[in-house]
């Protein structure tokens, strides 16, 4: 069966600066989709950025980039400029037919 | 409409009492998820219908708990004999098949 693991329960970081959010995944699969998601505390769930698993580059919204590494099924999101905003619970999502999905990892931005 | 939308936003109910969340997808798409999330917590998955397929109701957590789904419409979330453990909010998302899902507001329901 498919898992996504998000080893970091919670992240911070200071304004300005840029962080990056680890993501797993464990498939048999040679085709699917990756997603991360953020989620503000207003609970609205907002997809962040994408990345299919048959284009090796790695996809890129603004300040937000991934870092897919489909040999080792990983598949981490860098935030660059951080800013208050972004502050949020953030979560790494697989999906083949149907999605998967990580923990979440919570991201404090410090002024 | 332009995005998936839940009723009620909020519920209130008394315990032992049945309630029925609603969730109308984005038009088109064939996948439906339903998703239960307490406070602070990472989202628990409840059933997925995809097409006229079987749905996969692994997640639903006791038989109080079940979801309907016409086709590629409306889906109803209904819990009977609610317990104060059902508190939590609920999140409906509708996608193509495999492509990212979109949510709804959700249903934040409070059982007294």
């Known amino acids: 069966a498919q898992t996504v693991t998000q080893s970091q329960p919670e992240m911070s970081v200071q304004e300005a600066e840029t962080v990056t959010l680890s993501c797993t995944y464990d498939t048999s699969e040679s085709d699917y989709y990756l997603f991360w998601y953020k989620q503000p505390p207003s609970r609205q769930m907002i997809l962040v950025i994408r990345?299919?698993?048959?284009k090796q580059q790695n996809a890129t919204e603004n300040r937000f980039s991934v870092n897919f590494q489909k040999a080792a099924k990983s598949f981490s999101l860098k935030i660059s400029d951080s800013q208050l905003g972004d502050a949020a619970m953030y979560f790494c999502?697989?999906?083949?037919?149907?999605?998967?999905w990580g923990a979440g990892t919570k991201l404090i931005i410090k002024p | 409409g332009a995005g998936v939308s839940q009723s009620p936003s909020n519920k209130v109910t008394e315990k032992g009492k049945d309630v029925e969340l609603r969730c109308d997808p984005i038009s088109g798409h064939t996948a439906l998820y339903w998703y239960r999330q307490r406070l602070g917590q990472g989202l628990e998955f409840l059933i997925y219908f995809q097409g006229n397929s079987a749905p996969d109701k692994s997640g639903l957590p006791s038989d109080r708990f079940s979801a309907e789904r016409t086709g590629e419409s409306v889906s109803t979330l209904t819990i009977q004999r609610t317990q104060q453990e059902d508190s939590a909010v609920y999140l409906c998302?509708?996608?193509?098949?495999?492509?990212?899902?979109?949510f709804g507001q959700g249903t934040r329901l409070t059982v007294v």
């Open positions: 990345q299919e698993a048959y």
């Open positions: 999502a697989y999906s083949n037919y149907q999605l998967i």
């Open positions: 998302a509708s996608s193509f098949i495999r492509t990212e899902a979109f």
